[in-house]
Protein backbone atom coordinates (compact mmCIF):
# COMPACT_ATOMS: atom_id res chain seq x y z
CA UNK A 1 0.00 0.00 0.00
CA UNK A 2 1.62 2.90 -1.21
CA UNK A 3 -0.08 7.04 -1.62
CA UNK A 4 -1.16 8.37 -4.99
CA UNK A 5 -1.77 6.72 -8.45
CA UNK A 6 0.78 9.42 -9.63
CA UNK A 7 4.18 10.78 -9.62
CA UNK A 8 5.97 8.92 -6.46
CA UNK A 9 3.53 6.02 -5.97
CA UNK A 10 3.02 5.07 -9.61
CA UNK A 11 6.75 4.53 -9.74
CA UNK A 12 7.16 2.78 -6.59
CA UNK A 13 4.30 0.92 -7.02
CA UNK A 14 5.79 -0.36 -11.05
CA UNK A 15 8.89 -0.97 -8.95
CA UNK A 16 7.47 -3.51 -6.72
CA UNK A 17 5.36 -5.03 -9.72
CA UNK A 18 9.02 -6.17 -10.93
CA UNK A 19 9.16 -8.52 -7.56
CA UNK A 20 7.30 -11.29 -9.31
CA UNK A 21 7.88 -13.96 -6.50
CA UNK A 22 5.82 -11.88 -3.84
CA UNK A 23 2.53 -13.12 -3.75
CA UNK A 24 1.20 -9.42 -3.84
CA UNK A 25 2.80 -8.82 -6.99
CA UNK A 26 1.36 -12.14 -8.30
CA UNK A 27 -2.08 -11.79 -7.08
CA UNK A 28 -2.39 -8.18 -8.20
CA UNK A 29 -2.80 -6.50 -4.30
CA UNK A 30 -0.19 -3.73 -4.50
CA UNK A 31 -2.22 -0.99 -4.06
CA UNK A 32 -1.82 2.99 -3.08
CA UNK A 33 -4.33 5.12 -0.94
CA UNK A 34 -4.71 8.90 -1.13
CA UNK A 35 -1.04 10.24 1.11
CA UNK A 36 -3.40 13.16 2.85
CA UNK A 37 -4.87 9.85 4.43
CA UNK A 38 -2.11 7.89 5.36
CA UNK A 39 0.07 10.66 6.33
CA UNK A 40 -2.29 12.78 8.02
CA UNK A 41 -2.28 12.82 11.82
CA UNK A 42 -5.89 13.60 12.61
CA UNK A 43 -8.33 11.28 13.86
CA UNK A 44 -10.76 11.39 11.12
CA UNK A 45 -8.28 10.90 8.54
CA UNK A 46 -6.64 7.84 10.54
CA UNK A 47 -10.17 5.82 10.70
CA UNK A 48 -10.75 6.79 7.13
CA UNK A 49 -7.48 5.73 5.92
CA UNK A 50 -7.83 2.37 8.20
CA UNK A 51 -10.97 1.55 6.48
CA UNK A 52 -9.78 2.07 3.02
CA UNK A 53 -6.74 -0.47 3.99
CA UNK A 54 -8.75 -2.78 6.49
CA UNK A 55 -10.95 -3.06 2.93
CA UNK A 56 -7.96 -3.17 0.77
CA UNK A 57 -6.48 -6.72 3.00
CA UNK A 58 -9.79 -8.21 3.24
CA UNK A 59 -11.98 -7.34 0.71
CA UNK A 60 -14.45 -9.82 1.44
CA UNK A 61 -15.67 -8.35 4.53
CA UNK A 62 -16.64 -5.64 1.94
CA UNK A 63 -16.70 -1.60 2.95
CA UNK A 64 -17.25 -0.48 5.97
CA UNK A 65 -19.52 2.69 5.25
Known amino acids: IMGSE???AAQQKK???RFSVIN???T???HHI???LACSPSPMTFAEAL???ASLIHPQLGSVN
Open 6 to 8: TGV
Open 51 to 53: EII
Open 15 to 17: NWM
Open 28 to 30: GRV
Open 34 to 36: NPN
Open 24 to 26: AVQ
